[in-house]
């Protein structure tokens, strides 16, 4: 049984890991808001009609950043629908997902969540049918203390304080034809840096993301970023990524290389990045927002017509196997192993949708197998990334060609000098031997191996048995003369902390 291994020196770091790296996304679609995160009537539903149990779910996960009102959504909203009695805000359609809008949740609402799960605002502004008046519009009555009409009227719809968000992004997708409101990329970097100019003059100290690539797979990938940023490079702070991934075709092997996409993906953005930053002779750095990433098994979604002017219809609530957990955590090591220019991700999204969280209407919640990478990974992977250079066995895969069986990344405490180690064994049928060097670490213990896996690959939490797949104990971890040992099994997730 072949060994991998590699070394841990915290004298070689990738960077700091900025905490909106564990952002989330909380858009108009499907349940992801109504019967998920917001339901007047739920036996657990507070005062503002938030469930207190998806509450209690989001704070155990750790998320940070919560992006909102959109994702396609966004290129439709009207702001000015989400604001005042709830009671009297109109109902829309929403053409992005062929739903009605009841606007019943709206900005303050979506404030006041934020804020009862300890996250930061990052609001997207649209752009597509609309522009940079409305985006001022949506600023000045968010941000600002008062004594003007827009930011009256916020106190006149009992929010006197302003709603401090920091985090703005100028559209979404519109590099994609499905967008309403679609751009070429000339047409939208020349809007996103007017929007951007028009933000900056009433506050400066905004931090604003322009639309990247929707995907690598984009024709206009890379042409894209570079027309967009020669037109807003000194504007804005980030670029947008997406990327979802899924299963295809019963490509076992490739779809848990997945990883290998995404960090690609990365790379090829910070190079297009930097190369505009050379041409323009700035020493600014771009730094991502790869604001939404997940597993999303899209062939089944756009196989069936989406429903017929339905209010909050089931769309996207995809049950997430074991299978599926482990390549999830296999993004988030991609993500943190980038930390030194990812300073944003958002899982895409939130509650039901797409979501580590599920809910059912006047019922319970449960955790989706995909919660427990995500909540371990937010829990322990603050610190300082270290530089982990694997020596691996590797396999073939028929989309990615040779791929190591490992996938690792190492985060450490500074304060308190612990180390996580977060690892992935692709291997669907053979555990895998692991030995780590541990070079200039106080580590004097193992204090715990976490390992998410099962011996069936299908196996997955449900309503009827949510507690189907959560994390168990590792055996025969050790930590003796300076090395880590470990055997981590057969197409698993593991987190090891060391003391």
Same mark, same amino acid.
């Given at each position: 049984? &072949? ?40 036996? @657990? ?25 959109? /994702? ?5 909203? =009207? ?51 609309? /522009? ?39 559209? &979404? ?40 690539? @929707? ?11 570079? #027309? ?29 290389? @997945?990883?290998?996409?995404?960090? @690609?993906? %990365? ?8 190369? %505009? ?74 509650? &039901? ?15 989706? #197998? ?59 049928? /053979? ?62 997730? &593991?987190? %090891? =902390?060391?003391?």
């Amino acid at each position: 049984m &072949n060994t991998a291994r590699f070394t841990l020196d915290p004298a070689f770091t990738v960077g700091e890991v900025d905490p909106r790296l564990f952002g989330s996304f909380v858009e108009h679609l499907g349940r992801c808001v109504y019967t998920g995160v917001f339901e007047p009537g739920h036996p @657990s539903a507070d005062e503002q009609g938030l469930r207190t149990d998806v509450l209690e779910l989001v704070r155990e996960l750790g998320v940070t950043a919560i992006r909102y009102p959109g /994702g396609n959504f966004v290129s439709g909203y =009207r702001w000015e629908d989400s604001v005042g009695p709830a009671e009297q805000r109109p109902r829309r359609l929403d053409a992005a997902w062929r739903s009605v809008e009841s606007n019943r949740f709206g900005l303050a609402e979506y404030i006041d969540f934020v804020r009862k799960v300890g996250g930061e605002p990052m609001m997207a502004v649209n752009l597509g049918t609309r /522009g940079v008046a409305e985006a001022r519009e949506l600023l000045e009555y968010a941000n600002h203390p008062g004594g003007t009409a827009l930011s009256d009227l916020r106190a006149a719809h009992g929010d006197k304080e302003p709603y401090g968000i920091r985090l703005w992004c100028l559209g &979404n997708e519109m590099d994609g034809p499905w967008q309403t409101g679609h751009k070429t990329a000339a047409e939208y970097g020349r809007l996103a840096a007017e929007t951007a100019r028009a933000m900056r003059q009433l506050d400066d100290s905004l931090e604003l993301v322009a639309c990247g690539s @929707s995907s690598q797979a984009m024709d206009t990938f890379a042409a894209w970023e570079a #027309t967009v940023l020669a037109e807003t490079y000194d504007l804005v702070d980030h670029i947008s990524l997406h990327a979802y991934y899924e299963e295809e075709d019963g490509d076992r092997d490739s779809f848990l290389a @997945s990883a290998v996409d995404m960090e @690609s993906f %990365i790379e090829n953005v910070v190079a297009t990045c930097d190369h %505009i930053g050379a041409r323009l002779k700035s020493p600014k750095r771009i730094k991502l927002s790869f604001d939404e990433w997940n597993v999303w098994y899209q062939r089944r979604f756009h196989a069936r017509p989406l429903p017929d002017w339905e209010e909050a219809p089931r769309l996207l609530e995809d049950n997430y196997t074991v299978t599926d957990a482990v390549v999830f955590g296999s993004l988030l090591i991609a993500l943190l192993r980038h930390a030194d220019r990812v300073a944003v991700a958002c899982l895409a999204q939130l509650v &039901n949708v797409i979501a580590p969280i599920m809910t059912e209407p006047g019922g319970p919640a449960w955790r989706q #197998t995909t919660f427990h990478p995500f909540a371990q990974a937010s829990r322990h992977g603050r610190g300082q990334v270290l530089d982990v250079r694997v020596q691996s066995p590797t396999y073939t895969t028929a989309k990615y060609g040779e791929v190591p069986l490992l996938h690792a990344t190492a985060v450490r405490d500074e304060a308190t000098g612990a180390l996580t180690v977060f690892a992935v064994n692709r291997d669907r049928h /053979g555990a895998l031997p692991l030995e780590v060097a541990l070079h200039g670490l106080a580590l004097e213990r193992v204090a715990e191996h976490s390992v998410l896996a099962d011996a069936d690959p299908e196996a997955r939490n449900t309503l009827a048995d949510p507690e189907r797949v959560v994390p168990h104990q590792g055996e025969g971890t050790e930590l003796a003369g300076g090395v880590l040992r470990a055997t981590l099994e057969p197409m698993s997730w &593991n987190m %090891i =902390r060391l003391v």
